[in-house]
């Protein structure tokens, strides 16, 4: 059941596209005030009920314990403390009892604290009293979940290419650095379906334009590469460029599209390209405009792209750099030892800070309404752009499309990537706890940059995250200008990654069948074990290893010299390994503590008994596999089936009933 309330005059998100009545009355769940002071949600918890959601945030699948701000952030550290990532995710799951969800449907800073200050106590609050909340009680922490993404809408569902393994790297400028990546994964026989394309694409960082000197006929290289198999996935930025005669800034200036400042002239921001405006997304017709704009790269081949740069990431403003010149001309005119050094680096560190959001705004139905009350909206406003344009452009096909910023809702136009993480050991068991919680958000086409964005990756965090990301919808490795060169091919023995890697395709199957399964009936791809195993105490606690669709549990390897793990087993399963000769290592184990060993070279998983897992061969290209003739295993002591999802990957004929296939096996005879 869910119940929605509503406070104050909530700004319309459109989250939750469900028409459901406001109750009346006081919730059902925890304590509400909400006055001129602003909103406070309070609600106890008893001692062991574990707190799950929260969407693309840090820390680990159970909340408890911790502080959060929903406050989209271009944030480079992904440390401990920090309080925001890109995105708002603002529900929360509460494990007690009766397992409840909590729906917090407000578009401005929204603080979390779940037993930090007192650890019984969760309390939710924001500034202005203007808000829904939505209560959802249900059987189980699985049937909140689905009732709460049936009342969100469906999830996007991406091409099937775009579950094929995708290398990226932030500088691929020219035609041959594209051709070199592609050279070098072919020749080692590495599978790869897609190469993305970054900010040196382009013209002078302007958006929906291609730098003509590198690419002087980019449909021929867009073909080039589509007849080697590959994808090519260009970025797009939020901010446009402010240059006269640019026809993107040209068009938004003469028709008020963009954001304005105090005065309400467009407002002007510092991002790659230098100054730039930012279109007003949540205006229809700005993002009608926008979105049609990404047709120039569809004309020239393009199926895919990745929206960034929109919590929107700001440098600094025109403001912000004329305080801080006037300080550093009074820090220059004084003597060095009375200048004040720490005030200067201060204010040069928050010209990029989160007080530039108040000094713009957006002008809806008339009405100019400061942005830092809409912040969280400003990226998913983009995706819904390109998502809406999408609709219109390619109404059969489906398009690749995922973003950096988000907030429920945005989930239903595009997937999302968790933005700049680190080549850190810590990250990659980051990337696994964050997985299952942006499913309960609805986000299920999503991934974190394999290997780590930022600093330099080693080979054996490369591989173990590899062995983690061929589990993950978007399985991308992505990496930072400056830092070590990430594609597989430059490490050595490449075909130990060509192996790890060949295992997703292998897999694929049973991912691609899984992942469109979760989006149409509105599941959880990727789930913690409590949901499965509610009455298991031990399985309740388990931060380190998901199941994973209808029967397959996994326990990845995230600790750096590890030669394996323990894992726990919540019933009897068979233990596989993917070995590196091709075969496989299968040995049946009982429920409970078991200690497994899996090289860097070698991909460890688990299927539940009376569970099936059918394997497709070896391929290089998702186009390449053949589906045809699958592999069924599985640990089998009676006949047992799995309904195996499969289309063609591109259009949307999700609902034909031809798409479900029965794949039976029967237990060996003795
Ligand atoms: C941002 C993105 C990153 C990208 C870079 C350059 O930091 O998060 O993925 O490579 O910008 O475009």
């Known amino acids: 059941m869910i119940q929605k309330y509503k406070y104050g005059i909530p700004f319309e998100t ?23 002071s602003g909103f406070r949600f309070t609600c106890r918890m008893s001692d062991n009920e574990a707190v799950y959601g929260l969407g693309e945030a840090l820390r680990g699948i159970n909340k408890r314990g911790g502080r959060y701000v929903s406050f989209n952030t271009d944030q480079l550290f992904h440390m401990e403390d920090v309080l925001s990532l890109y995105a708002s995710h603002n529900f929360l799951l509460l494990a007690g009892e009766c397992p409840t969800g909590l729906f917090f449907d407000y578009p401005g800073g929204l603080e979390f604290d779940i037993g930090f200050t007192q650890q019984d106590m969760l309390t939710v609050s924001c500034k202005h009293a203007d808000l829904y909340l939505y209560i959802i009680t249900g059987s189980s922490l699985t049937d909140v979940v689905k009732q709460f993404r049936h009342a969100i809408g469906r999830s996007y569902i991406a091409p099937k290419w775009a579950m094929g393994y995708a290398q990226s790297r932030w500088g691929y400028a020219v035609p041959q650095d594209f051709r070199e990546v592609v050279d070098h994964y072919r020749k080692h026989h590495i599978p790869l379906d897609a190469v993305y394309m970054d900010i040196d694409y382009m013209e002078r960082f302007k958006d929906f334009t291609v730098n003509q000197e590198t690419f002087p006929d980019f449909p021929a290289f867009v073909s080039e590469m589509q007849e080697r198999g590959i994808h090519l996935v260009p970025i797009i930025d939020a901010a446009v460029k402010a240059e006269a005669g640019y026809p993107v800034c040209d068009e938004g200036l003469e028709n008020d599209f963009f954001c304005t400042d105090e005065q309400g002239k467009p407002f002007e921001a510092a991002v790659w390209p230098g100054l730039t405006y930012l279109p007003d997304f949540l205006k229809p017709e700005v993002r009608q405009w926008f979105g049609e704009k990404y047709h120039i790269l569809i004309d020239q081949g393009i199926e895919g792209f990745w929206n960034d740069m929109n919590e929107p990431a700001i440098f600094y403003t025109m403001q912000g750099m004329e305080e801080f010149r006037k300080e550093m001309q009074d820090f220059l005119s004084r003597p060095a030892e009375e200048a004040d050094w720490f005030r200067v680096r201060s204010l040069s560190s928050g010209l990029c800070g989160n007080s530039n959001y108040q000094q713009f705004y957006h002008n809806l139905n008339g009405e100019r309404i400061c942005h830092e009350q809409l912040h969280n909206l400003y990226g998913y406003n983009m995706t819904r752009a390109a998502g809406e344009a999408f609709e219109q452009l390619c109404p059969d096909k489906r398009l690749l499309l995922f973003s950096r910023s988000s907030y429920i809702g945005s989930h239903r136009f595009g997937g999302i990537w968790t933005g700049d993480n680190a080549s850190w050991w810590p990250h990659l068991l980051l990337n696994i706890q ?53 594609e597989c091919f430059r490490f050595e023995h490449p075909e130990d990654f060509a192996h790890v890697i060949g295992v997703r395709y292998r897999l694929l199957p049973y991912l691609y069948s899984e992942y469109i399964k979760a989006a149409l009936n509105d599941e959880m791809y990727f789930r913690p074990l409590a949901f499965d195993y509610p009455e298991d105490a031990a399985a309740r606690e388990v931060e380190d290893q998901l199941m994973l669709g209808d029967g397959l549990m996994i326990a990845p390897v995230y600790l750096q010299n590890a030669s394996g793990r323990c894992v726990y087993l919540p019933e009897d399963m068979l233990f596989v390994k993917f070995l590196p000769d091709g075969t496989l290592h299968q040995e049946p184990l009982s429920k409970g503590l078991h200690r497994i060993s899996a090289a860097l070279n070698e991909v460890p998983l688990f299927i539940k008994k009376n569970h099936i897992l059918p394997l497709a061969a070896f391929a290089e290209t998702v186009a390449a596999l053949d589906e045809t003739h699958l592999e069924l295993i599985g640990w089998i002591t009676e006949p047992t089936s799995y309904t195996l999802y499969q289309d063609d990957g591109l259009t949307k004929d999700y609902s034909n009933p031809q798409h479900y296939l029965t794949l039976t096996k029967e237990p060996a005879k003795p």
């Open 14 to 36: 459109d989250a939750v596209p469900q028409s459901i009545p406001c109750a009346q009355g006081t919730p059902s769940c925890g304590t509400v005030t909400a006055d001129e």
């Open 434 to 486: 964050m997985m299952p919680s942006l499913n309960m958000c609805g986000y299920l086409f999503s991934g974190a940059d394999i290997g780590g964005f930022g600093a330099d990756v080693s080979r054996d965090l490369l591989l173990r995250w590899l062995a983690f990301g061929i589990f993950t919808p978007l399985m991308r490795n992505h990496s930072a200008k400056d830092t070590r060169r990430q």
